[in-house]
């Protein structure tokens, strides 16, 4: 199955979502378009190339910084001390209708593309995830994503990776 993914408009319906995660249901049906509005998250949707109205998954980036202390050593050491600047996957998540399809690498793998072609303008050290479960966490893991120290649910990927 092929996809399209694109800006978050109102033409996908978001009622019938369902990814496993109540809190991640509700963000796309209710806060999404704010968010967007209010200049505090960039969504991307994907819906199925031959039905551009089914939600399939989605996924959001913002701007966000870490301090250099969470980091691990061996890349701390190559980092000034103040905070440094990221891009944040802050929401990812696939309908329960078309996980395990690949859907979720896609998405992963958009926005990291994304964030590499936005990095040319504003210099981002790397991409962190909000893993809001250990499902999550295995699943950004399996990409190489490294838990930040002190902070369970956040993860980081270097930009020298994508
Ligand atoms: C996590 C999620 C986005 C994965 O989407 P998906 O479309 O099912 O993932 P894919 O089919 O692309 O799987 C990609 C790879 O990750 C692996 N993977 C997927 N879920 C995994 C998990 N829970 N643990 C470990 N590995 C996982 C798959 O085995 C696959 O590996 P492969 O490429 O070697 O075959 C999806 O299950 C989901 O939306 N879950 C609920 C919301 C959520 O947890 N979002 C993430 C945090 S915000």
Do not use: W
């Given at each position: 199955m092929t996809f399209q993914i694109r800006s978050?408009?109102?033409?996908?319906?978001?009622?019938?979502?369902?990814?496993?995660s109540e809190p991640l249901d509700g963000y796309i049906r209710r806060y999404a378009s704010q968010d967007v509005r209010r200049n505090v998250a960039r969504v991307f949707i994907a819906t199925p190339e031959n039905d551009p109205?089914?939600?399939a998954g989605f996924f959001t980036l913002s701007a966000g910084s870490v301090t250099?202390?969470?980091?691990?050593a061996t890349m701390a050491r190559k980092l000034p001390r103040y905070p440094i600047p990221v891009a944040l996957i802050g929401r990812l998540a696939v309908d329960s209708k078309f996980q395990g399809k690949g859907l979720g690498s896609i998405l992963l793998a958009n926005a990291c593309q994304k964030v590499s072609k936005a990095s040319v303008v504003l210099a981002v050290a790397g991409i962190i995830v909000d893993a809001k479960d250990e499902a999550a966490i295995a699943f950004y893991a399996h990409f190489g994503f490294i838990p930040l120290q002190g902070q369970n649910d956040r993860m980081f990927l270097p930009a020298s990776v994508f």
């Amino acid at each position: 199955m092929t996809f399209q993914i694109r800006s978050f408009d109102t033409s996908a319906n978001t009622d019938n979502f369902q990814c496993g995660s109540e809190p991640l249901d509700g963000y796309i049906r209710r806060y999404a378009s704010q968010d967007v509005r209010r200049n505090v998250a960039r969504v991307f949707i994907a819906t199925p190339e031959n039905d551009p109205q089914r939600l399939a998954g989605f996924f959001t980036l913002s701007a966000g910084s870490v301090t250099c202390s969470s980091l691990p050593a061996t890349m701390a050491r190559k980092l000034p001390r103040y905070p440094i600047p990221v891009a944040l996957i802050g929401r990812l998540a696939v309908d329960s209708k078309f996980q395990g399809k690949g859907l979720g690498s896609i998405l992963l793998a958009n926005a990291c593309q994304k964030v590499s072609k936005a990095s040319v303008v504003l210099a981002v050290a790397g991409i962190i995830v909000d893993a809001k479960d250990e499902a999550a966490i295995a699943f950004y893991a399996h990409f190489g994503f490294i838990p930040l120290q002190g902070q369970n649910d956040r993860m980081f990927l270097p930009a020298s990776v994508f």
